[in-house]
């Protein structure tokens, strides 16, 4: 009995890892193909080049699958060496994860300024010739959020340093509308609408943070003691479905 016990925890350490590796060549090669194809589609930051979404979905893609892969093949070779590895890989992502977070509550005024600050410097380069990739995501943001510059259309006003905004400000798109005065554009700013939109989803990304956290927790545990008790997976699923309860409720 206890064998089989032990034997259907290594199964589902190997499967959640074995999906989890998947996620992780599946982000690989999104990110792979937006770098070839879309390559225009850069970051918003001036002060960050480098923060594309590219080059962020295969910094993650290459972490998640490195991980998964480590904690597949350990668990179905019961690799303590590869258990072992995993579960520093595992810790380490952890503590960076509570770190940024504790850092981006303790200093969130300042975060958000700073963030504010950058974004409008960046819309000075809007009309420049080779910042193709960051004119192309504000027109994509614009677009999709009905928004207009960092915190209203007056921001591209100071920016181009003339009475125009681009064609994705108007509520009525057609070429050229952002160059005259009489159309009406999106009032509200593209930073305060992400603002709402994470304010309005907050008990789900709370739930989505709290799940990822009990897994990783969970792996880590499992991986350390690949004989550990079939009640701790019990344990696990349990806290899932309560932090799901508490951060669902209003």
């Known amino acids: 009995m206890a064998r089989g ?8 350490l190997f499967l959640f890892n074995l999906f989890f590796w998947l996620g992780g060549c599946g982000l690989l090669g999104v990110g792979l193909w937006l770098s070839v194809s879309q390559g225009s589609f ?4 001036p002060s960050f080049p480098s923060l594309s979404a590219a080059n962020l979905i295969i910094t ?38 509570l770190i940024l977070l504790i850092l981006f509550f303790v200093y969130t005024d300042k975060v958000s300024e700073n963030a504010r600050r950058d974004l409008k410097e960046g819309l000075v380069l809007y009309s420049t010739d080779n910042n193709a990739g960051l004119r192309d995501a504000w027109n994509s943001i614009q677009g ?26 108007c509520q009525h ?27 309005d989803n907050k008990h789900l990304l709370g739930t989505i943070a709290m799940c990822v956290l009990v897994i990783q ?7 350390t003691h690949p004989n550990c008790h079939p009640a701790l997976d019990y344990l696990f699923l349990s806290l899932v479905f309560f932090s799901s309860l508490a951060w669902l409720s209003p």
């Open 217 to 223: 927790v969970g792996s880590s545990l499992c991986s």
């Open 60 to 97: 993650l893609g290459t972490v998640v699958m490195v991980t998964g892969f480590l904690g597949c093949l350990g668990a179905i070779k019961e690799n303590k060496c590869l258990l072992l590895s995993f579960f520093i890989v595992l810790l380490i992502i952890l503590l960076a994860e």
């Open 42 to 45: 850069a970051t918003l930051s």
């Open 144 to 169: 999709e959020w009905r928004c207009c510059g960092v915190m209203g259309h007056d921001d591209w006003y100071t920016a181009l340093n003339e009475n125009v905004v681009p064609d994705r400000c």
């Open 5 to 12: 016990c032990i034997c259907c925890i290594k199964y589902m």
């Open 173 to 199: 798109f057609q070429q050229g509308c952002g160059h005259n005065a009489s159309n009406t554009f999106w009032t509200r700013g593209c930073y305060e609408k992400v603002e709402e939109w994470l304010d």
